[in-house]
């Protein structure tokens, strides 16, 4: 049967096990990111980054079939796309703190880090955001929000000390020093 925009309640049912999977494998990549941090690699971070990317966009597209359809019809899978979020949101908070936290403060970070952590902080706050809308009133646990706030402040404290990535544009170098020593253009005597 085909509902709303001509979006099935199988093809809804999919998506939702197409992100319990894809958040199965998220809580594996988190894990090896976690190991590899200890060793100062950083590509399994950006193993879970991409993964979580990929669980957001079926997110994003799991609620976009969700809407406009007679809520009566998919209540009970719409009750599991709000469990899962929550579960996800959870987890992923929990992961990224525990993650930033392993970090040591003395730990050498790589050229560009600036530039990997700074999409981190942003998705944070995204989250901080999105968790405070009225939907979520009283449906998130206060350890969540904890977790988001402690991450934050651990990314923030991690981009100050890291370098980003040289500047090779076209774009214009800086002003040269307008004023010139005296004796450049004079023969040096003995």
């Known amino acids: 049967m085909v509902w709303g925009k001509g979006y099935s309640r199988e093809e809804v049912r999919e998506l939702l096990t197409a992100i319990e999977r894809q958040a199965i494998d998220a809580a594996r990549?988190?894990?090896?990111?976690?190991?590899d941090i200890g060793d100062d690699r950083f590509a399994s971070f950006l193993d879970f980054r991409r993964k979580v990317e990929e669980i957001r966009a079926l997110f994003a597209l799991t609620e976009e079939r969700l809407q406009g359809v007679d809520?009566?019809?998919?209540?009970?899978?719409?009750?599991?796309?709000?469990?899962?979020?929550?579960?996800?949101?959870?987890?992923?908070?929990?992961?990224?703190?525990?993650?930033?936290?392993?970090?040591?403060?003395?730990?050498?970070?790589?050229?560009?880090?600036?530039?990997?952590?700074?999409?981190?902080?942003?998705?944070?706050?995204?989250t901080r955001q999105r968790l405070s809308h009225p939907r979520y009133e009283g449906r998130i646990a206060p350890e969540v929000l904890e977790d988001l706030t402690v991450t934050a402040d651990l990314i923030r404290k991690t981009i100050v000390r890291a370098p980003s990535l040289p500047d090779f544009s076209d774009s214009p170098s800086a002003p040269r020093p307008v004023k010139r020593l005296r004796t450049l253009g004079r023969p040096i005597r003995n």
């Not at 990549?29 to 190991?35: D, I, N, P």
């Not at 525990?98 to 560009?112: C, E, H, K, N, W």
């Open 29 to 35: 990549l988190a894990e090896r990111a976690q190991r």
């Open 71 to 126: 809520h009566g019809k998919l209540s009970d899978l719409r009750t599991e796309f709000d469990r899962m979020d929550m579960l996800l949101t959870g987890m992923l908070a929990r992961v990224t703190r525990s993650y930033f936290a392993t970090m040591r403060d003395d730990q050498v970070l790589p050229i560009g880090a600036r530039e990997l952590f700074e999409p981190e902080l942003r998705a944070i706050e995204q």
